[in-house]
């Protein structure tokens, strides 16, 4: 495993690599994620069989901005937008009608895809150098604690990583669908911040 620095050149090289899908490791504003091309099947194998996980669990997406958001993801509804507004970036990921481009894999054949705009400019940074959205699955084998900085990736198959150095304990990403007001995974927005929101939307 190769270690990039930040800099505009360690993201251009680690960019140029994820065209060939390769598998690289990443900070987020949670735990460092797991970087490829969700449009480049062979590439989201590889981020499987390095965590070991279960193709029936959909893989989360980051996107640098919202206009990357339509690469994946095949509408926007008025309720969606009040959350984007009040919680990107950060750590909320929400579910989404999928773009029929994307490849089931990432989805694991559901019709929503989970994507987040993350408050970690590095991770945004690789994103925007890339030129669009990339997996975030969490760098580590599956059922594993998350890795919250390089000496703690123990996911085989990583090609590169990028040293954000250690980060911070935090909660994960919530996981919420805003067209129902369901949350699939409790995380660092909660229930009231989310109902705040709702509430001012749906009065």
């Given amino acids: 495993m190769k270690i990039l620095p930040p800099t505009p050149e360690g993201l251009s090289e680690a960019a140029e690599a994820l065209f060939d899908g390769a598998l690289v490791a990443y900070p987020t504003d949670t735990v460092y994620g797991l970087?490829?091309?969700?449009?480049?099947?062979?590439?989201?194998?590889?981020?499987?069989?390095?965590?070991?996980?279960?193709?029936?669990?959909?893989v989360l997406l980051v996107i640098d901005d919202e206009e990357d958001l339509f690469d994946v993801a095949q509408g926007v509804s008025d309720m969606a937008a009040a959350f984007i507004e009040?919680?990107?970036?950060?750590?909320l990921s929400l579910l989404l009608p999928k773009s029929p481009e994307l490849p089931k894999s990432v989805t694991a054949g559901?019709?929503?895809?989970?994507?987040?705009?993350?408050?970690?400019?590095?991770?945004?940074?690789?994103?925007?150098t890339y030129g669009g959205p990339l997996t975030s699955s969490s760098a580590n084998r599956s059922g594993q604690p998350?890795?919250?900085?390089?000496?703690?990736?123990?996911?085989?198959?990583?090609?590169?990583?990028?040293?954000?150095?250690?980060l911070p304990q935090s909660l994960p990403s919530t996981v919420f669908d805003p067209d129902e007001f369901r949350i699939l995974?409790?995380?660092?927005?909660?229930?009231?911040?989310?109902?705040?929101?709702?509430?001012?939307?749906?009065?």
């Fill in 35 to 58: 970087a490829v091309d969700p449009f480049i099947e062979e590439a989201v194998e590889r981020l499987f069989g390095a965590k070991g996980r279960d193709i029936r669990n959909p």
């Fill in 86 to 91: 009040a919680f990107w970036p950060g750590p």
């Fill in 110 to 128: 559901q019709p929503k895809v989970c994507v987040r705009c993350p408050d970690h400019e590095i991770a945004r940074d690789l994103c925007r």
């Fill in 146 to 166: 998350p890795a919250r900085s390089l000496d703690e990736l123990e996911a085989p198959g990583i090609d590169l990583a990028i040293d954000g150095g250690r």
């Fill in 185 to 203: 995974r409790a995380g660092a927005i909660t229930d009231t911040q989310l109902r705040a929101v709702w509430n001012g939307i749906a009065r």
